[in-house]
Antibody, heavy 119, light 107 residues
Framework: QVQLVESGGGLVKPGGSLRLSCAAS????????MSWIRQAPGKGLEWVSY????????YYADSVKGRFTISRDNAKNSLYLQMNSLRAEDTAVYYC????????????WGQGTLVTVSS | DIQMTQSPSSLSASVGDRVTITCQAS??????LNWYQQKPGKAPKLLIY???NLETGVPSRFSGSGSGTDFTFTISSLQPEDIATYYC?????????FGQGTRLEIK
C-alpha cells in the first residue's frame, strides 16, 4: 500500500535551518509529481512547493521562495525540503503529498511532521 | 495568484440534511478544482477531483460541480462521520491555492 512518512521536524530558532524528509513506498516514486503542503496550528492548508517526477520542474509559494528548496532522490524513493532562514510564521505541520496520476488532486498524504520556529 | 473564496466558513446541520459548500476562484480555472475532507489530527483526504469526479472509494453522497470560477460541493445526506473541515483546492500551473476551509458540525 502507498505510504508517505515524513521526518525531520522539530524546534528551531528564528533564522535557523531544518531539512525535512519524506520516505515513499508502495508505488513507483519516480513516476509521480510530489508536493509539500503545510498547516499552521489551527489554520488552513497552504501549498509550499512541488516537484515534477524527474525533478526538472519546481515551483514554490511566494512565502517560501528563496528560503526553501525542494528536491528528490528517486533512487532512494525520497522527497526533501530544505528550509533556511526560518521565521515564526513557518511554524506548521508539514505534509508531503503525492499528485494523482489522473488529476491535479493530492491522492496520498503523509501523517505530517511539526516544525516549530521559536526562540 | 489565484484566490479562492470558500463559504461558509462554518456550518451546522442535522444528520440527513443536504449540505452545500461553495468555492469561487478569482479567475477562470476551468475544472482544476479539488475537494478534501480533513478530520482533527489527520491528513486531508481527497474526495472530489477535477470539479466533479468522485475519488475511488469515496461514498456517493459526496458530489461536486462547476467550472470556470464557481464550484459547489454537496453532501446529499449528512452522516455523523462527515464531521470534518472541508477544503477546496485549485490547480492553475504553477499556482496552487486552497480555500479557507469550511468547518462542518452536527446540529
Amino acid at each position: 500500500q502507498v505510504q508517505l512518512v515524513e521526518s525531520g521536524g522539530g524546534l528551531v530558532k528564528p533564522g535557523g535551518s531544518l531539512r525535512l524528509s519524506c520516505a515513499a513506498s508502495g508505488f513507483t516514486f519516480s513516476d509521480y509529481y510530489m508536493s509539500w503542503i503545510r498547516q499552521a496550528p489551527g489554520k488552513g492548508l497552504e501549498w509550499v512547493s512541488y516537484i515534477s517526477s524527474s525533478g526538472s520542474t519546481i515551483y514554490y509559494a511566494d512565502s517560501v521562495k528563496g528560503r526553501f528548496t525542494i528536491s528528490r532522490d528517486n533512487a532512494k524513493n525520497s522527497l526533501y525540503l530544505q528550509m533556511n532562514s526560518l521565521r515564526a510564521e513557518d511554524t506548521a505541520v508539514y505534509y508531503c503529498a503525492r499528485v494523482s496520476e489522473n488529476s491535479s488532486g493530492y491522492d496520498y498524504w503523509g501523517q505530517g511532521t511539526l516544525v516549530t520556529v521559536s526562540s | 495568484d489565484i484566490q479562492m473564496t470558500q463559504s461558509p466558513s462554518s456550518l451546522s446541520a442535522s444528520v440527513g440534511d443536504r449540505v452545500t459548500i461553495t468555492c469561487q476562484a478569482s479567475q477562470d480555472i476551468s475544472n482544476y478544482l479539488n475537494w478534501y475532507q480533513q478530520k482533527p489530527g489527520k491528513a486531508p483526504k481527497l474526495l472530489i477531483y477535477d470539479a466533479s469526479n468522485l475519488e475511488t472509494g469515496v461514498p456517493s453522497r459526496f458530489s461536486g460541480s462547476g467550472s470556470g470560477t464557481d464550484f459547489t460541493f454537496t453532501i446529499s445526506s449528512l452522516q455523523p462521520e462527515d464531521i470534518a473541515t472541508y477544503y477546496c483546492q485549485q490547480y492553475d500551473n504553477p499556482s496552487i491555492t486552497f480555500g479557507q476551509g469550511t468547518r462542518l458540525e452536527i446540529k
